[in-house]
């Protein structure tokens, strides 16, 4: 298998932000070299944005955000942690910003991507997390469980623009003494 790499330019790109979620779909097609049929078709959407920290502000696309957060901790009465359904996960986010909230850290769980899907598409920021569940991080099976997963959860979410940061282990220490805890 070859791996290329595909570069386009946008002029004018129209940039993600909560309060103009600007998303780009786009589709990609394999085609054969041999007789030009389609072998494979991706679709998927995508958005623009930059985030930086300058004298203890932070900037989305240059301009100071202020972030009024909601603890969401995922939890569904009908689901326990899984979302019955895809309106429940859009809803969730519709009543967070009903309420005056316009992000959320999402708490001790990887949540599911139709989340960030709507986040990304209703405009609103995230802070994704990797569960601790009072892990004790100084366990051998607990480094190498944590080793094996985190590169597999940052890889799948990165291409959100809702998600403003990606947390792990925040909780460190929470339940046990945290001297001797490794930084």
Do not use: C
Not at 95 to 121: C, I, P, Q, T
Not at 133 to 148: D, P, Q, R, S, V
Not at 173 to 180: F, I, Q, T
Request: proline share 4%; hydrophobic share 35%.
């Amino acid at each position: 298998t070859k791996v290329k790499k595909i570069k386009f330019k946008i002029p004018k790109p129209k940039l993600w932000s909560i309060e103009q979620p600007n998303l780009y779909d786009f589709v990609f097609t394999l085609i054969s070299e041999k007789n030009n049929k389609t072998l494979d078709r991706v679709k998927s959407y995508g958005g623009m944005r930059s985030i930086e920290v300058k004298k203890n502000k932070v900037y989305l696309n240059n301009k100071p955000l202020y972030q009024r957060l909601v603890l969401d901790q995922g939890f569904y009465p009908d689901g326990i942690w899984t979302a019955p359904t895809d309106k429940a996960l859009k809803n969730d986010i519709i009543l967070s910003m009903k309420a005056g909230f316009n992000g959320a850290r999402l708490h001790e769980k990887v949540f599911e991507d139709r989340f960030h899907y709507w986040a990304d598409k209703l405009g609103y920021i995230t802070w994704a997390e990797w569960g601790n569940w009072g892990a004790n991080e100084n366990a051998k099976g607990t480094e190498t469980a944590f080793m094996h997963e985190w590169p597999k959860i940052v890889e799948h979410l990165k291409n959100h623009p809702s998600i403003k940061h990606i947390l792990v282990r925040h909780e460190q220490g929470a339940g046990h003494a945290a001297e001797g805890y490794a930084r």
